[in-house]
């Protein structure tokens, strides 16, 4: 309780703050609205449904994005985490499309796979793909030495070391890379309702620029800032269900 | 029975120009308690891994005969699974094998002997360093190999935790007559503990002592600080 306290004391002050600079009209309400017109704006959508629908769409690609770059992810970077040839044959390509942001290529995307949800899919995938894949990589590799030799002492096979130590040990990295990938995922997807959408909350946010509704435009930001912590926190409770032993 | 003997002949290991093991012969008898002291680098360790199966000897005959079917290390450091609870560690063997009979029952027997049934449910990382070294012995008795190897499985711990697992330790052998291989660099551990010490040195076996101390021994027993100052004196 005492941490949320101290974590909400710099947002109420720039909520303060940003009261204040509107009450005293230091810019143009069109360039900055107040918080009341934000709110208001906020509960008409909320009201009208219109936030629930977009918001629920975007969840929605998030959701099968995510659920896809997992179970692809997952088993290629235990796969390529116990190959002893797949970085010293793979590692300049890898770091290559690493570098290489997923809304860079969307104007390639769009062209091979056209403007629906395939094409929204995809950069989702691309976004929470690599860091999914590489922590999976790394949790295998990174499996302590000295744990297999307790395996192998106790007779293990092979498939029992990688079933019973590499996999548990590595469940801390691939849930850190699930979390990444996940928040990755998000930003992802509001940057290609930016670009190419017809429905979801990055299009409700260019749909109000549009309309010169920066109240909109304001709200939108706010609920994505809000909803994504939500995952994260959310998801952080899976990780403690999940991984007990972590915390302790 | 003489099967039941363990005889290394031969066995060599060499990492690079250095020798760290070189034995041409050694006899181990079933359900002894053998110490083995030597100064860092002197090849203890080394010995116990081959014996493991961890490294492979440089030799092509066979240099060890008469190995147990099973046999198990007791590590310097607990290596104990982070994921599993200290009942699941100490049942960790289970998962490489087809079933034990009886294992729970095994199990909180053990736990019982090693004085962890409250701490049954905990993590490893809620341990402190005595109690996850016994965990460390509990998993590899719930094996229950022949052969236990043990390398200096107390070194880590203060005075008071390791008397009290020497003990243990002592307890557990006179109960289930394991034959036991226990490397340590400190002498005293090793005459309070042993049937027979083995000095080693430039991976050799320099001097092959039994102790005739009967039990209990007590450190400040006159005979055991002779021997004590006898084998110092070799390995100085």
Same mark, same amino acid.
């Given at each position: 309780?005492?941490?949320?306290?101290n974590?909400?004391?710099?947002?109420v002050?720039?909520?303060?703050?940003?009261?204040?600079?509107t009450?005293? *009209?230091?810019? =143009? #309400?069109?360039?900055?609205?107040?918080?009341?017109?934000?709110?208001e704006?906020l509960?008409?959508?909320?009201?009208?449904? #219109?936030?629930a629908?977009?918001l629920?769409?975007?969840?929605?690609?998030?959701?099968?994005?995510?659920?896809?770059?997992?179970?692809?992810?997952?088993?290629?970077?235990?796969?390529?985490?116990?190959? !002893?040839?797949f970085?010293t044959y $793979?590692w300049?390509l890898?770091?290559?499309?690493r570098?290489?942001?997923?809304l860079a +290529?969307?104007p390639?995307?769009?062209?091979w796979?056209?403007?629906?949800?395939?094409?929204?899919?995809?950069?989702?995938?691309?976004?929470?793909?690599f860091?999914?894949?590489?922590n999976t990589?790394?949790g295998?590799r990174?499996?302590?030495?000295k744990?297999? /030799?307790? @395996?192998l002492?106790?007779g293990?096979?092979?498939t029992q070391?990688?079933?019973?130590i590499?996999?548990?040990a590595a469940l801390?990295?691939?849930?850190?890379?699930?979390? %990444?990938?996940l928040?990755?995922?998000?930003? +992802?997807?509001i940057?290609? /309702?930016?670009?190419?959408?017809s429905?979801g909350? @990055?299009?409700?946010?260019?749909d109000?620029e549009?309309?010169?509704?920066?109240?909109?435009?304001?709200a939108g930001?706010?609920?994505?800032?809000i909803?994504?912590?939500?995952?994260?926190w959310a998801?952080?409770?899976?990780?403690?269900?999940?991984?007990?032993?972590?915390?302790? | 029975?003489e099967t039941?003997?363990l005889?290394?002949?031969?066995?060599?290991?060499?990492y690079? =120009?250095?020798?760290?093991v070189?034995?041409?012969?050694?006899?181990?008898?079933?359900?002894?308690?053998t110490?083995?002291? @030597?100064?860092s680098? $002197?090849?203890?360790?080394? &010995?116990?891994?081959?014996?493991?199966g961890?490294?492979t000897?440089d030799?092509n005959t066979?240099?060890i005969?008469g190995?147990?079917?099973?046999?198990?290390?007791?590590f310097? /450091?607990?290596r104990?699974?982070p994921w599993?609870?200290?009942k @699941?560690?100490?049942?960790?063997? %289970?998962k490489?094998?087809?079933g034990?009979?009886?294992?729970?029952?095994?199990?909180?027997?053990?736990?019982? #002997?090693?004085?962890?049934?409250?701490?049954?449910?905990?993590?490893p990382?809620?341990l402190?360093?005595?109690?996850?070294q016994?965990?460390s012995?509990? !998993?590899?008795l719930?094996?229950?190999?022949e052969l236990?190897?043990m390398?200096?499985?107390f070194?880590? &711990?203060?005075?008071?935790? !390791?008397?009290? &697992?020497?003990?243990?330790?002592?307890?557990?052998?006179r109960?289930?007559?394991k034959?036991?291989?226990?490397?340590t660099h400190?002498? /005293?551990?090793a005459?309070?503990?042993?049937?027979?010490?083995?000095?080693?040195? =430039?991976?050799?076996?320099?001097?092959?002592?039994?102790?005739?101390?009967?039990?209990?021994?007590?450190?400040?027993?006159t005979?055991?600080q002779?021997?004590r *100052?006898?084998?110092?004196?070799?390995?100085?």
């Open positions: 309780m005492k941490r949320f306290i974590g909400i004391i710099v947002p002050i720039l909520l303060l703050l940003w009261y204040a600079v009450r005293m *009209q230091i810019f =143009n #309400e069109y360039l900055l609205p107040s918080p009341g017109t934000v709110w704006a509960t008409e959508l909320a009201t009208s449904g #219109e936030l629908k977009h629920s769409i975007s969840l929605r690609r998030v959701f099968f994005g995510f659920l896809l770059a997992a179970c692809t992810a997952i088993p290629l970077g235990i796969v390529c985490g116990r190959s !002893r040839y970085y $793979c300049f890898l770091e290559f499309l570098h290489v942001p997923p +290529a969307i390639l995307i769009i062209l796979a056209g403007i629906d949800e395939a094409s929204k899919l995809t950069i989702i995938f691309l976004a929470s793909f860091p999914l894949f590489l990589i790394s295998i990174n499996c302590e030495p744990l297999i /030799e307790v @395996g002492s106790l293990f096979s092979k070391l990688i079933r019973h590499q996999l548990p801390e990295s691939i849930v850190t890379g699930l979390q %990444l990938a928040g990755y995922s998000w930003r +992802a997807l940057g290609a /309702e930016l670009i190419a959408a429905a909350i @990055g299009y409700l946010i260019l109000a549009e309309m010169s509704r920066p109240d909109i435009v304001l930001m706010l609920c994505i800032g909803i994504g912590s939500l995952l994260d998801f952080l409770h899976v990780l403690q269900r999940l991984i007990p032993w972590y915390q302790k | 029975m039941d003997i005889f290394l002949q031969n066995l060599k290991k060499t690079g =120009n250095k020798t760290a070189n034995i041409p012969s050694l006899e181990i008898r079933p359900r002894t308690f110490c083995i002291v @030597g100064k680098g $002197c090849g203890k360790t080394t &010995l116990l891994r081959l014996l493991a961890l490294e000897p030799t066979k240099s005969t190995l147990p079917a099973k046999t198990a290390p007791v310097q /450091e607990p104990l699974m599993l609870t200290v @699941g560690n100490i049942m960790f063997s %289970l490489g094998q087809n034990m009979p009886a294992a729970e029952e095994r199990c909180w027997q053990l736990l019982k #002997e090693l004085e962890l049934t409250e701490a049954a449910g905990l993590y990382a809620q402190s360093g005595g109690m996850a016994r965990v012995l509990g !998993r590899t719930f094996y229950d190999p236990i190897l390398d200096e499985p070194s880590a &711990l203060d005075y008071f935790t !390791r008397r009290n &697992l020497q003990e243990m330790v002592l307890r557990l052998f109960h289930q007559q034959t036991i291989l226990f490397v400190d002498v /005293e551990e005459l309070l503990l042993g049937d027979r010490i083995l000095v080693m040195e =430039n991976g050799s076996i320099k001097a092959d002592i039994p102790v005739m101390i009967s039990f209990p021994r007590k450190a400040a027993d005979a055991l002779k021997m *100052q006898s084998i110092l004196d070799l390995l100085a």
